[in-house]
């Protein structure tokens, strides 16, 4: 097929069944191409359907997507408490990373509208721990022993994804503000109101503000902020093709707790490297241990249950 | 058969009304809606219909001198027209009884 639109339609022919292709894609292509060769006049009349054309087909594709999220009635359900389950767990994780600071912050002399701050300014600091380790346990609880299919691997990337911008989010805006805070009003209770603010450091800047610097710890710290962010992708993976082998709680449990040592052990090593030398993306090497060492389980599961289905959507 | 009562939302109501016993392609329904449809909805919204039974579609022959894929043409259901009249009368019903 040629003419306007077709690379639209190659390109959702590699994602969708037929059925939508059938029904949803070719549809649109027609319009579009009927519209634009019906159009007379200037080319940027032409170009203006054209955009207008390609803007209402992304449109329907992400409206269909969205609709269609979770696949079948089983998978949408795995999905779906893979979701109940990681919220629950990241909040659980974040209450307990939080309270032994928290308790520790009550022995200082502060009054209690400080201690109610002391306590909000500890939570973006729990939050990059809490969500990769909720999701994978999110991840674990929704589905095992089961057959993979394309479907899972994409809600699990869709999840690992959502994970990672919140985990950035949290990185770029809630973690700076959060220890600033925290810094300001400790630092004012021990100096009696003498000390008001202290600079912040390298643990009080976010993204924008490390890029800015150009010291050897900054340029480290950017690019763990980086690995941080995107350590819920290689663990969802991971979690999901070992969640798809294991049956018993156990296992699964004690699975979830090796890898997480696992990673945020490598990770540690992978960062105190860099102060003998080693080499910047040194500090990704963790994420990708774990992303190929997940899509290499996902691919042996689909090996040996051939004929897995479309992404379907 | 699930005990479900069969429901329409705006868009679906609107769609039923334009086609009627005729049959429409998509960015026809749109130019006629008036702007009650949308050239990114209305596929989407034309898909959840046949999958509801209240349209049925099909291919248009392609003639030689459009080029290009061909056209689906939609038509309303005998199912979907009726659903059509039985809200249409208990609106009606409705705003009689309620009616100030």
Same mark, same amino acid.
């Given at each position: 097929m040629s003419g306007p639109g077709s690379w639209l339609r190659a390109f959702a022919v590699l994602l969708f069944r037929p059925p939508t292709i059938e029904r949803l894609i070719d549809p649109i292509i027609s319009d579009l191409q009927i519209e634009y060769n019906a159009t007379l006049g200037g080319s940027w009349r032409r170009?203006?359907?054209?955009?207008?054309?390609?803007?209402?087909?992304?449109?329907?594709?992400?409206?269909?997507?969205?609709?269609?999220? +979770?696949?079948?009635?089983?998978?949408?359900?795995?999905?779906?408490?893979?979701?109940?389950?990681?919220?629950?767990?990241?909040?659980? +994780?974040?209450v307990l990373l939080a309270?032994?600071?928290?308790?520790?912050?009550?022995?200082?002399?502060?009054?209690?509208?400080?201690?109610?701050?002391?306590?909000?300014?500890?939570?973006p600091q729990a939050l990059p721990i809490s969500i990769p380790v909720g999701v994978c346990i999110g991840i674990m609880s929704?589905?095992?022993?089961?057959?993979?299919?394309?479907?899972h691997l994409l809600n699990t990337l869709m999840i690992g994804f959502t994970a990672a911008c919140?985990?950035?989010?949290?990185?770029?805006?809630?973690?700076?503000?959060?220890?600033?805070?925290?810094?300001?009003?400790?630092?004012?209770?021990?100096?009696? +109101?003498?000390?008001?603010?202290?600079?912040p450091g390298l643990n009080e800047l976010g993204f924008s503000g490390l890029a800015r610097r150009k010291d050897v710890a900054a340029v480290r710290h950017y690019h763990l902020l980086w690995a941080l962010s995107f350590a819920a992708i290689p663990l969802a993976m991971f979690t999901l093709a070992a969640g798809a082998r294991l049956r018993h709680p156990v296992?699964?449990?004690?699975?979830?707790?090796?890898?997480?040592?696992?990673?945020?052990?490598?990770?540690?090593?992978?960062?105190?490297?860099?102060r003998h030398g080693a080499p910047i993306l040194v500090i990704w090497a963790p994420n990708v241990v774990f992303l190929t060492a997940g899509l290499m389980l996902v691919w042996r599961q689909w090996a040996v249950h051939t004929g897995a289905p479309r992404i379907g959507v | 058969m699930s005990g479900r009562v069969p429901t329409l939302s705006g868009k679906e109501h609107v769609i039923l009304e334009l086609l009627g016993s005729r049959e429409m392609y998509g960015l026809e329904l749109v130019t006629e809606s008036g702007g009650a449809l949308k050239r990114g909805t209305v596929y989407v919204t034309l898909g959840r219909m046949e999958e509801k039974g209240y349209v049925t579609s099909r291919a248009e022959e392609a003639s030689p001198a459009q080029g290009g894929l061909p056209r689906r043409l939609y038509q309303s259901t005998p199912y979907g027209r009726e659903l059509l009249a039985m809200l249409a009368s208990a609106r009606r019903r409705l705003a009689l009884r309620f009616a100030r």
């Amino acid at each position: 097929m040629s003419g306007p639109g077709s690379w639209l339609r190659a390109f959702a022919v590699l994602l969708f069944r037929p059925p939508t292709i059938e029904r949803l894609i070719d549809p649109i292509i027609s319009d579009l191409q009927i519209e634009y060769n019906a159009t007379l006049g200037g080319s940027w009349r032409r170009r203006g359907v054209l955009l207008r054309a390609y803007c209402g087909f992304w449109k329907a594709l992400a409206i269909h997507t969205v609709l269609s999220v +979770g696949g079948g009635s089983a998978e949408r359900n795995e999905f779906r408490r893979a979701i109940a389950f990681s919220c629950l767990a990241c909040a659980i +994780g974040t209450v307990l990373l939080a309270l032994p600071p928290l308790v520790n912050g009550t022995r200082l002399p502060t009054g209690k509208t400080h201690q109610l701050m002391l306590a909000l300014t500890l939570i973006p600091q729990a939050l990059p721990i809490s969500i990769p380790v909720g999701v994978c346990i999110g991840i674990m609880s929704a589905g095992c022993g089961r057959t993979l299919t394309r479907r899972h691997l994409l809600n699990t990337l869709m999840i690992g994804f959502t994970a990672a911008c919140v985990v950035w989010v949290v990185l770029e805006w809630g973690v700076p503000l959060g220890n600033q805070t925290f810094r300001d009003i400790v630092i004012a209770e021990v100096t009696d +109101g003498r000390v008001g603010h202290i600079e912040p450091g390298l643990n009080e800047l976010g993204f924008s503000g490390l890029a800015r610097r150009k010291d050897v710890a900054a340029v480290r710290h950017y690019h763990l902020l980086w690995a941080l962010s995107f350590a819920a992708i290689p663990l969802a993976m991971f979690t999901l093709a070992a969640g798809a082998r294991l049956r018993h709680p156990v296992s699964r449990g004690s699975v979830i707790l090796l890898m997480l040592f696992a990673y945020y052990v490598l990770l540690w090593v992978s960062h105190s490297s860099l102060r003998h030398g080693a080499p910047i993306l040194v500090i990704w090497a963790p994420n990708v241990v774990f992303l190929t060492a997940g899509l290499m389980l996902v691919w042996r599961q689909w090996a040996v249950h051939t004929g897995a289905p479309r992404i379907g959507v | 058969m699930s005990g479900r009562v069969p429901t329409l939302s705006g868009k679906e109501h609107v769609i039923l009304e334009l086609l009627g016993s005729r049959e429409m392609y998509g960015l026809e329904l749109v130019t006629e809606s008036g702007g009650a449809l949308k050239r990114g909805t209305v596929y989407v919204t034309l898909g959840r219909m046949e999958e509801k039974g209240y349209v049925t579609s099909r291919a248009e022959e392609a003639s030689p001198a459009q080029g290009g894929l061909p056209r689906r043409l939609y038509q309303s259901t005998p199912y979907g027209r009726e659903l059509l009249a039985m809200l249409a009368s208990a609106r009606r019903r409705l705003a009689l009884r309620f009616a100030r």
